[in-house]
């Protein structure tokens, strides 16, 4: 019994892992190559800091009309690749947007 319960239990953990890893190639596959929207704070780097935190380069000739705009919040609107494990954003589009309030904490 105990090697039932045993053998069952592996095979649900591999099912779950399994899962998991589908899950999150899907994920991966949808930003890559689609246009999509993303809001940010342009670096004094030239980088685009999402809000959640990631990090993409700016390409095209708006995206380097955009790499001027360090310290500013931006919505970017453009096709993400990876590339040499960096995240590029191909620039179509832009808005300038209001800096986020500081938080009280």
Sequence with gaps: MKN???????ILATLFVVTLSFQA?????EVKGESI????????DGLLITDEGQQFEL??????????????RIQVM?????????????VQDYMIKEKMPESQY
């Design 4 to 10: 039932k319960t045993a053998i069952f239990t592996v």
């Design 37 to 44: 929207s993303l809001t940010g704070e342009i670096s004094n």
């Design 78 to 90: 453009g096709t993400v690749m990876e590339e040499g494990g960096k995240q590029h954003i191909e």
């Design 59 to 72: 390409a095209g000739e708006i995206g380097d009309e955009v790499k001027q705009l360090a310290g500013q």
């Design 25 to 29: 190639m899907a994920a991966e596959e």
